[in-house]
């Protein structure tokens, strides 16, 4: 039999801590059959951004549709869509997909390097969070989406509930900048379900976010309910954040294949 199918949308990061290098990586972790539609192309390292070129909308709608009509999909994952063009061409095609979609609605990256134009915010909102079964933003993408600002635990809810004002099923606020230990909060609007995880003192967290949203949507694709399978991908994050590495002589990747030598939790 063939493993479960998990489509990423992203940009590629050329160093490989995030983007479609992150997401193809923690598919394979967790045992499902990774395939890409490349967005951007990024020359970046440890120590930021150098450059990024978007495809052409043509080319991201071909290569969506080889994947998908052909192979067949049991989950999408978004990551850097770049324009509004492309996020709107990438929202028709979740539309017509029938799929659970985890949207990652990249902002910048982790070295405070933009990676979606201004103009593609109002398309985030109005096109791409409608199709998204679970949107995972963190308080500085909920800020830049909502206008809400998150500065305690307590602000979580408000930040959730304005997400879901825009259309997810279910929202994942966040909160690793928050300080104290690392809690996220998952809510479709009525249950609330708070994942609490120890915080590492290991500043090489690279691809926390691809790895989040590309581990929620392997789970996904494995049958697994949203609360279950959020739950799986922050255990696997968080082993990966510990094992994160120095690469470079800025901020490290995390460590993607770590559960494949420590044994994989919820697989």
Same mark, same amino acid.
């Given at each position: 039999?063939? &493993?479960? /199918?998990?489509?990423? %949308? ?10 479609i ?10 045992g499902?059959?990774?395939? #890409? ?13 150098? $450059?990024?070129?978007?495809l ?7 290569? !969506?549709?080889?994947v998908?009509?052909?192979i ?33 609605? =990249? ?6 390097? &933009?990676?979606l ?5 109002d398309? %985030?909102?109005t096109?791409?969070? &409608?199709?998204?079964? %679970? ?11 909502? $206008? ?17 004002? !825009? ?15 690392? =809690? ?11 994942? /609490?995880?120890?915080? !590492? ?12 949203a #590309? ?31 120095a ?6 990747? %995390?460590?993607?294949g ?7 939790p $919820?697989?």
């Amino acid at each position: 039999m063939s &493993p479960p /199918r998990v489509l990423t %949308v992203a940009g590629s990061d050329s160093g490989g801590g995030a983007g479609i290098q992150a997401d193809l990586k923690t598919m394979l972790a967790l045992g499902v059959h990774g395939m #890409s539609v490349v967005t951007a192309v990024t020359a970046q390292n440890s120590l930021g951004v150098q $450059g990024a070129w978007e495809l052409p909308v043509a080319a991201v709608r071909a290569q !969506y549709r080889s994947v998908v009509d052909d192979i067949g999909v049991q989950a999408v994952k978004t990551g850097m869509l770049a324009s509004a063009e492309l996020v709107e061409v990438v929202a028709e095609l979740l539309a017509a997909t029938d799929a659970p979609v985890v949207v990652d609605p =990249v902002g910048v990256s982790k070295h405070g390097d &933009p990676l979606l134009a201004a103009s593609a915010l109002d398309a %985030v909102r109005t096109r791409l969070l &409608p199709v998204a079964t %679970v949107a995972t933003p963190n308080l500085d993408e909920v800020a830049q989406l909502t $206008g809400v600002r998150v500065e305690s635990e307590a602000g979580l809810r408000e930040a959730a509930e304005a997400v879901l004002a !825009y259309g997810p099923r279910w929202a994942l606020i966040k909160g690793g900048h928050l300080p104290g230990e690392a =809690v996220d909060l998952l809510t479709d609007g009525s249950a609330e379900h708070w994942l /609490r995880a120890p915080r !590492y003192d290991n500043r090489h967290t690279h691809g926390t976010g691809c790895t989040l949203a #590309s581990a929620i949507a392997s789970h996904l694709a494995r049958g697994r309910e949203v609360p279950e399978a959020v739950a799986a991908a922050k255990e696997y994050v968080t082993g990966a954040i510990a094992a994160g590495f120095a690469l470079g002589g800025g901020i490290g990747p %995390v460590d993607h294949g770590w559960a494949l030598t420590r044994g994989t939790p $919820g697989v």
